[in-house]
Nanobody, 124 residues
Framework: QVQLVESGGGLVQAGGSLKLSCAAS????????MAWFRQASGEEREFVAA????????YYPDSTPGRFTVSKDNAKNTIYLQMNSLKPEDTAVYYC?????????????????WGQGTQVTVSS
């Protein structure tokens, strides 16, 4: 089992920044990749970014703005999502996820473990 706990969400004004954290525990040695997804109210869960757990690989879909950067600290078993110049349309619940095997990164169904989510609200 792998446990994931997100933190760092909150209310921020447009143009502000937030840094989300996701701490992994348990069988972290089994993780292949960790990712961030977000889900706005009434919308489907959307892939935001991913980081290979045992290499320097970083993955972003074309839809992710250049304002977002994923990073990780293996010593702390933690990944981060730095979000700058936030916009109201970035408002969503942000989830981190862990996959134990290589697969299509953008599909939520391919992830084995999920955090509880952290709310990010950007006011205009």
């Amino acid at each position: 089992q792998v446990q994931l706990v997100e933190s760092g969400g909150g209310l921020v004004q447009a143009g502000g920044s937030l840094k989300l954290s996701c701490a992994a525990s348990g069988r972290t040695f089994a993780i292949y990749v960790m990712a961030w997804f977000r889900q706005a109210s009434g919308e489907e869960r959307e892939f935001v970014a991913a980081a290979s757990w045992n290499s320097g690989g970083r993955y972003y879909p074309d839809s992710t703005p250049g304002r977002f950067t994923v990073s990780k600290d293996n010593a702390k078993n933690t990944i981060y999502l730095q979000m700058n110049s936030l916009k109201p349309e970035d408002t969503a619940v942000y989830y981190c996820a862990a996959a134990l095997r290589r697969s299509q990164l953008t599909k939520a169904d391919n992830y084995d473990y999920w955090g509880q989510g952290t709310q990010v609200t950007v006011s205009s």
